[in-house]
């Protein structure tokens, strides 16, 4: 079983829409969480940190939800800069490792 | 400028021709590791090294090695590449574990 998991996607949204994307992690351990955006071929680059009380940076929210295992992203009124992949990465206490999900496609439409 | 510095950018190879691709950061971080990203897969972690001289096996680190003498360097070294192991490269590195990750520009590698 994936310690990471998200839908591919891909999303097809118009401008202004509302977007949310779901993450789930299988390990209890896990401390830290992110979401990261990827431009295509290029290198992730954080977006934002997820905190337990949840957070919000302009457009965007994040939230985690420790008993469910799942942590989320929502970005409101979408741009055409916002296409790109959302990658989830979780840290698990024990593992000493960064897991990244697959990864999910955003494309906004004009 | 703060940077995780990564060559070459791209690469093509023979089987068995052994490489070395370089990483080195700026920030004096703690954490570095090294990933592979393939369609479909994601990014899957090589090997990963908390400090100097102390390095660790990722989910995926046959057919390479690592080492680290020194904070700022983290090379992957590819002994007798062979072509599944074309692919994405990236490296990364961290103040510490939990803190956010700053990858390097990437190497795509392919090797023939």
């Known amino acids: 079983r994936k310690e990471v998991e998200q839908d591919p996607g891909p999303f097809n949204v118009p401008e202004g829409a509302t977007v949310a994307f779901n993450c789930t992690y299988s390990?209890?351990?896990?401390?830290?969480f992110f979401w990261y955006r990827q431009d295509c071929r290029k290198e992730p680059k954080l977006l934002m940190s997820?905190?337990?009380s949840g957070n919000e940076d302009g457009r965007f929210t994040a939230q985690l939800n420790r008993a469910s295992q799942y942590i989320s992203l929502l970005i409101r009124d979408s741009k055409l800069s916002d296409s790109a992949t959302y990658l989830c990465v979780v840290i698990i206490r024990t593992g000493n490792q960064f897991y990244f999900g697959t990864g999910t496609s955003l494309t906004v439409i004009p | 400028e703060a940077q995780v510095t990564q060559n070459p950018r791209y690469l093509i190879t023979v089987t068995g021709k052994k490489l070395t691709v370089t990483c080195s950061q700026n920030?004096?971080?703690?954490?570095m590791s090294w990933y592979r990203q393939d369609p479909g897969l994601g990014l899957r972690q090589i090997y990963y090294?908390?400090?100097?001289?102390?390095?660790d096996k990722g989910d995926v680190p046959e057919g390479y090695k690592v080492s680290r003498k020194e904070k700022r360097n983290f090379p992957l070294i590819l002994e007798s590449p062979s072509p599944n192991q074309t692919s994405l490269y990236f490296c990364?590195?961290?103040?510490?574990?939990?803190?956010?990750?700053?990858f390097g520009s990437g190497t795509q590698l392919s090797v023939l």
């Open positions: 390990n209890s351990a896990s401390q830290s």
């Open positions: 090294s908390m400090n100097v001289e102390v390095t």
């Open positions: 990364a590195s961290s103040s510490f574990l939990g803190e956010k990750l700053f």
């Open positions: 920030m004096n971080h703690e954490y």
């Open positions: 997820v905190y337990s």
